[in-house]
């Protein structure tokens, strides 16, 4: 967070500033809050959540020259939209209403059911798994390396992603841009192979476990 410079185009975060500088139009410093510390027992939505509200100080240049003298103050959560949306009117709390929270991975994973008709055209009706990922969530980044691993071998092709509009799903402008689906076609194993190879890539049962808690719902989806 403070110190975190923020261009409104992707040539800047390259090595080549002296091209970059003629592409960025928009650069956000933030000067406040100092980067806190990892949160323990807190999922990510319900650290999400927690700081959608908080406060978070700026200072906003256009075409490299600062917009105000003084540091706009914001929230989090409207900073999330003008980055993701471009709006910099967000910003400002006296000019726009409270932005929304988007729907994050966890809400997404519940409507996958959604997905089934879409999946099997891109995976051409070949045993498929599905899941959600999330590129800001580490959790879900490694669930997605441990399931490839165990599947990588019966794979027809690399794993197919999909943004939340081209898997159609509703209200999907509203989804956060980090989160897309992966499926995992398959090829020569039947649905309950594939749900195996799952389950031998996520659970581990305790060691006192007397009964199987495994839900693939949890995870995902077979299509």
Known sequence: MEGDVLYDHISAYNSDWSAA??????TIQVRSPARAGSTVDQSAREVFA??????????????????????ITTTQGRLYIALWKGSLNTLYPDQTSK???PILAQQVSKNLEQLTAVASTFAESHPTFAMVRDLSNSVLRDKFQKILTAIRPHMMTD???????AAKFQDA????????????????????????????????PGKDAKKDMFRLSAHGVLV
């Open 21 to 26: 500088i003629n592409d960025v139009v928009h």
């Open 173 to 204: 402008e509203t989804i956060a841009p980090t989160v897309e689906v992966a499926l995992f076609p398959t090829v020569g194993i039947d649905l309950e192979h594939l749900e195996n190879l799952v389950k031998k890539a996520v659970y581990l």
């Open 50 to 71: 927690r700081n959608w509200d908080s406060e978070v100080k700026i200072e906003l240049f256009t075409h490299m020259k600062k917009v105000s003298p003084v540091q």
């Open 99 to 101: 932005p929304s929270m």
């Open 159 to 165: 794993p197919i992603t999909l943004t939340p509009t």
